[in-house]
């Protein structure tokens, strides 16, 4: 429950403050590529139209958009997944979620099958499912392509949710630095199948695929009939020099206006689906207990 409350009250507290503005015209931004990608890169010209500021964007990852905060080394960032439980270095930071955001499983256009289930694709991570053959597709094999590492705004979100096991291991899949190998990969090999952010997909020649035979959508993703759902975050840290100018940005993220252009991009915004928290909230305490890794429940 503190994980809710924390995301909910701030929420509350930066959209209904009052406006603030520093002098300061320049903020860099780092974090990860599905953010950028989705929401950030419009969302910050939008911002910088109406403020005359610069807002610098880097990529690097969701782990970088949360430690080079806590570090001071950047303003503020972008994260697909919340703080790790137990590292010191990241609860220091705050996590605003402006977004909620799919995780879409693609293939190559030319691959035949259009849907999986849910057990399925757990089947395909686990080894159980290694050839197109076993869900109705052609006689090959099911070449999987993964996040390295175990705690990459993806990698951890797929571990999270589908799995509720932050430390589970995919043994049988070839491994990338980063999401935009993996979708490259997919768009060159009609055998190939990998999960990512579905705003960042939609930028790439890849099929995705229905998940229980629902489309990631604003719809789906809304009421939550699409079940692979993650909130995007701004991070920012409190003892920040520009501390106040990332919580302007933060409420214009918030505003109607804001909201709109993240719709555009093909995400959720936060405060349209609140009633995801609580189920979100709930896998996320599963995923949690679940982990032999997680300090929390040592």
């Not at 603030?20 to 939008?46: D, F, P």
């Not at 972008?78 to 402006?98: D, H, I, Q, S, W």
């Not at 053959?133 to 390295?148: E, F, M, N, Q, Y």
């Not at 995919?170 to 009609?190: N, T």
Request: net charge positive.
């Amino acid at each position: 429950m503190r994980h809710f409350f924390l995301q909910f009250s701030s929420c509350i507290f930066i959209f209904y403050s009052s406006s603030l503005y520093s002098q300061e015209n320049i903020l860099n931004w780092v974090g990860c590529g599905i953010s950028k990608k989705s929401y950030m890169t419009r969302l910050a010209k939008a911002y910088s139209d109406s403020k005359k500021i610069d807002i610098n964007l880097q990529g690097g990852g969701a782990t970088r958009g949360i430690r080079d905060v806590s570090k001071l080394s950047a303003d503020f960032g972008g994260a697909c997944r919340y703080y790790l439980p137990g590292n010191l270095e990241e609860e220091k930071v705050g996590f605003e979620p402006v977004a909620w955001d799919a995780l879409a499983v693609i293939t190559h256009p030319d691959n035949p099958i259009n849907n999986l289930s849910l057990e399925q694709v757990r089947k395909i991570y686990t080894g159980e499912i290694t050839n197109w053959k076993s869900v109705g597709g052609h006689d090959a094999p099911i070449k999987l392509l993964t996040r390295k590492g175990k705690i990459s705004g993806v990698g951890y979100s797929i571990r999270s949710l589908i799995f509720s096991d932050t430390n589970m291991d995919f043994p049988h899949s070839k491994k990338f630095k980063s999401s935009g190998p993996i979708e490259k990969a997919v768009e060159s090999d009609i055998n190939a199948l990998a999960i990512t952010g579905v705003s960042s997909a939609r930028l790439r020649q890849v099929k995705i695929l229905s998940l229980n035979n629902k489309q990631p959508n604003y719809d789906t993703i809304k009421s939550g009939r699409y079940v692979l759902y993650r909130p995007l975050y701004i991070t920012f840290n409190p003892l920040s020099p520009h501390a106040k100018q990332v919580k302007d940005f933060i409420r214009f993220a918030h505003s109607k206006t804001g909201r709109s252009i993240m719709i555009k991009n093909g995400v959720v915004p936060y405060i349209d689906a609140l009633r995801l928290v609580m189920i979100q909230s709930r896998q996320t305490l599963a995923s949690q207990s679940n982990s032999k890794s997680n300090l929390t429940y040592d």
